[in-house]
């Protein structure tokens, strides 16, 4: 669902790389993705990539222009897997009310964060311009999705506007953030108010009365 937005928008490498150096590709992104994870965003550069990959500096533009490349490709890895999460939560559990949509999204997310620190890395402390786009067209693939979902389901209205569910995913991006500042892996108390928060707002446009947790 969101692979063909976001090749569009990416920044292309070199046809050469189509033809030969798949594997130097896979252990380029590999490297920067250990280094991320180990040393954080800053330690990651192209030079350190390299070094870490046991490829030449020099070598490394052959694949690559920039450092911003390299995280693009990475990122873009790291969306592939989620949205599949994403919507294989969806489709596998019986989900018959807003909290349970809510925490359908929520789980995949907290899970793949907590077992990818690079991905925090370049999801909040390296969001360049190429990633802020990037980010920016998998949450309104993420969002219309669970816009569709929902309104399939008969848990909101179904002349609610898109565009009610694009801002929950500007809130639950801004208060994953939060979490993840909070603690390496994810404060949990945010994490529950994430969901109240976002599940409280999502039933003012509900089709009936919200089931109520005990």
Known sequence: MFEKESLR??????????????ERVQAILNAAETLLGEDGYEAAT??????????????????FADRH??????????????????VAALENRNLRTLRDAID????????????HPDFIQLWFAGRNPTLGELA?????SQANQLWRFLIDQNLILADTPEFVV???????????DVAFRRSPTGDDTTIDEARRLLTAYLETYATRS???RK
Do not use: C, M
């Not at 928008?9 to 798949?22: D, E, I, L, N, S």
């Not at 490349?69 to 994403?86: I, P, T």
């Open 69 to 86: 490349q390299v995280e693009a490709e990475l990122v873009q890895r790291h969306l592939r897997e989620l949205d599949a999460r994403v």
């Open 104 to 115: 359908a999204v929520i789980d995949p997310y907290l899970a793949y964060f907590r077992e």
């Open 46 to 63: 192209l030079k350190a990539i390299g070094e870490r990959a046991g490829i030449p500096t020099a070598s490394l533009y052959h694949y």
């Open 166 to 176: 694009q801002l929950a995913f500007e809130v639950g991006n801004r208060l994953f």
């Open 9 to 22: 928008k990416a920044p292309t490498r070199p046809a050469v790389v189509q033809r030969r150096g798949v």
């Open 210 to 212: 919200p089931k109520r």
């Open 136 to 140: 920016r067209a998998f949450d309104d």
